[in-house]
């Protein structure tokens, strides 16, 4: 049922809430209680002064009766329905849900919201502890200190018979290695304290995070670089976000790849040949004459165009990512080994584009297209460098785009129009994935299996 055909069941919501009988009510706007029974059972049509006279009887303003809930409330309970696999005719009713019962869509909503909050901080906690290097390493530290310091007492304990002078040197290995366990253990605590907001809500900053957060605050953006009126070294020096010498190396690498790239294909150009041609990458390479990677980069960087964006080198380490909506990108390395980036860094040079929805993020459907070339020259007996990336587009962009550019502009020449396949199911990270049924997964799901 049409939004605005529900008045009437707001009418009657509003007021069994206020605890008013359907006949006081009908005796205090002056029509039958019949007529009334009619309109909130949405059976009149109901407006003007009637609507007026019934929004003061039950104090409230005449758009929460017209209008009702708002459109996010709805479209919340929407995507907490196909999350749950909702059938289709169900999900149908949630304006009318929102419309007869407002308190219980808020609190559903609301717990909806709460729940996909919480999924966020244990794939964050998880994949930390999993993957972090620099966690992995401070508690490797710790550990193998106390080990050391509790090998030196057993011997002193154990041995009635040792010299002055090697008991000496003994006490001294542990006052020392005591000294470096404190010194660990107080860095290993600072690093778990260190937050950048001041309600401690963000975790502590590794150098790749520090990069995210740079990259972040410039909107993944950099018209001064773009102009030439920047260096990337300049940039480099005024970043707050970069404290620690590794993530200036990276973000310098980053920077001078985006100068280059910068060289080849004008941003300005770039946008309007996106108006013109839409954005499909391959389409764009043979407009430009540019490699395909190139293209990639320089889309994930136009400030207009919704994307996310995300490289690896030949180990599969995450070295770039560029978050977008209802698409999890985990916080280090141990990505899923389905996505389009891996298959095209197995084949450098070949163009990968497909269709993919991830598993447990309200069923959102996007366009990937995934390119690799390799970052060296080729040499005799040597392996070579690649560096895969994958573009990510919200479907819905690559179908507006086919409407208004007309079916055949996505084919490209020898292209995919991705839009027309089956999507490709993936996830974030295999620890927070709760697809049971995966070729790809590594290790069992921290979450509910049931996908």
Request: with cysteine.
């Amino acid at each position: 049922m049409a939004r605005e055909g529900l008045t009437g069941s707001r009418i009657r919501e509003r007021r069994t809430m206020s605890g008013m009988r359907q006949a006081d009510l009908a005796r205090e706007i002056g029509i039958s209680a019949s007529y009334l029974n009619l309109i909130e059972h949405n059976r009149r049509r109901i407006g003007g002064k009637l609507l007026v006279n019934i929004a003061s009887a039950l104090g409230v303003e005449p758009a929460a009766l017209s209008e009702g809930a708002e459109a996010a409330l709805i479209a919340t309970l929407r995507e907490a329905a196909v999350g749950n696999a909702i059938s289709d005719a169900e999900l149908d009713r949630a304006d009318e849900f929102a419309g007869r019962f407002p308190g219980w869509a808020e609190i559903l909503a609301g717990a909806h919201r709460r729940v996909n909050a919480l999924e966020r901080t244990i794939e964050t906690l998880t994949d930390r502890l999993a993957h972090d290097p620099q966690l992995a390493a401070s508690l490797h530290e710790v550990l193998s200190t106390a080990a050391a310091i509790r090998s030196t007492a057993s011997i002193l304990a154990e041995s009635k018979d040792i010299s002055d002078e090697w008991r000496d040197r003994f006490h001294n290995n542990i006052d020392q290695d005591s000294r470096r366990l404190s010194d660990s253990s107080k860095a290993l605590v600072g690093y778990l304290d260190a937050t950048d907001g001041q309600d401690g809500s963000d975790l502590a900053s590794s150098p790749q995070e520090e990069v995210d957060a740079f990259l972040i605050e410039h909107g993944y953006h950099f018209a001064s670089l773009e102009s030439g009126t920047q260096t990337p070294e300049a940039l480099i020096e005024d970043a707050i976000q970069l404290t620690s010498m590794a993530g200036r190396h990276i973000a310098l690498g980053i920077l001078k790849q985006m100068q280059r790239d910068a060289r080849l294909v004008d941003l300005g150009a770039l946008q309007q040949a996106c108006a013109d041609l839409g954005p499909d990458p391959l389409q764009l390479a043979h407009h430009f004459n540019a490699p395909a990677s190139v293209i990639l980069r320089r889309l994930a960087t136009l400030p207009d165009l919704v994307s996310g964006f995300v490289a690896c080198d030949r180990a599969g380490s995450l070295l770039v990512r560029k978050p977008i909506d209802h698409f999890a990108l985990p916080r280090f390395g141990a990505a899923c080994p389905l996505w389009p980036m891996f298959q095209a860094i197995a084949t450098p040079g070949v163009f990968v584009s497909h269709a993919v929805q991830q598993v447990g993020r309200n069923n959102a459907e996007f366009s990937c297209y995934a390119v690799a070339e390799q970052t060296q020259p080729a040499g005799y007996n040597t392996p070579p460098l690649v560096q895969g990336m994958m573009l990510i587009l919200p479907a819905t962009l690559n179908r507006e785009d086919r409407l208004k550019h007309g079916n055949g502009s996505h084919q490209g020449k020898g292209g995919h129009q991705n839009g027309t396949q089956t999507p490709l199911h993936v996830g974030s990270t295999c620890r927070v994935c709760a697809r049971s049924a995966c070729p790809g997964r590594r290790e069992p799901s921290i979450l509910s299996e049931g996908f």
